[in-house]
């Protein structure tokens, strides 16, 4: 066998006399006074101002409490669940906010989420925002096992179905308030039939756009309605500037044939009543006014005619009697010129 090396001089310990140990009863006192100021200690908790404590005893829902410090029974008898019950909450779909407080505010399967079908078989990736608050604690804690899973599959289920209602132009463009609106109806109507002790305040879509693969050709889409929106109002504009210029040339050119044609009928008017005027003198003396017919007809053409020369048909050496005006003088011939 091995020698296994031994000490010169082993310690000593010191002994206790006999007799001098502490009485049980102390130390059972002693036991029982540590474990009540533990029990005292993890009985007392703080209720926020803005929460209420739902009290628990053995697992029986016997009240709540108040903003304060509060006392309650330790060693598991009584258990309290703190509920924000006056602040808003929210649930984010398709997307998260970092360093969030509400373990049921963000998904682990924000993709599957955003990916969603319209009415006409178009794909969309739509994000959107669920406010609500606690309206009932009781209700919120023991009617459903999960409550805020249970809401964030109630409020995908709804907005699938809104979304799923309409065409990837109105969830891209107009019609995204009608989605907000139908959706937070249904959302609170459910809620309230399940009574869930919630209540939903806002539906609200973030970013809705579709997937990345088509991106390029919804915005070619849009651009073309864009374009195709503006020429139409360059048209409408256009039609408005030439439609009524048009209608007031046409509004002058009645006029004006409206008034031409006054013109016309009393200047016949005028005439036939001149005419009957002169017929009547003529049945009256026909000699005379068939004279004074002629004389006033020389007197509106002769004067029309220029000068002239009446002459007698025996008169003889007429040119030197007459100053016969100049004529202008002529230019001479051009020469041939030669080849």
Known sequence: MADFPRFPNPPQFPRLPAG???????LLTAALA??????????????????VGVVQRFGRFIGTAGPGLRFKLPFGIDTVTILPVKRQLKMEFGFGSPHVTNPDQVSNDQERERDMVTGDLNAAHVEWVVQYEISDPEQYLFNHREPGPTLRDFSESVMREVVGDRTVDEVLTIGRQGIENEAIAKLAALAQHLNMGLRVQQVQLKNVHPPAAVQQAFEEVNRA?????????????????VVPRASGEAQKQLSEAEGYATKRVNEAEGDVARFQALLEQY?????????????????????????????????????????????????PPRKPQQP
């Open 34 to 51: 540590l474990l009540l100021v533990a029990g005292l200690a993890r009985g007392v908790y703080t209720v926020g101002p803005e929460s």
């Open 225 to 241: 309605q864009q374009e195709r929106e503006q020429m139409i109002n360059q048209a409408n504009g256009e039609y408005n500037k």
């Open 20 to 26: 001098s140990g502490l009485p049980l009863p102390v």
């Open 283 to 331: 049945e009256k003396a026909p000699e005379v006014t068939r004279q004074r017919l002629y004389l006033e007809t020389l007197a509106e053409v002769l004067p029309q005619l220029g000068g002239k020369v009446i002459l007698d048909a025996d008169a003889k050496q007429f040119l030197p009697l007459m100053s016969l005006p100049a004529l202008p003088p002529q230019a």
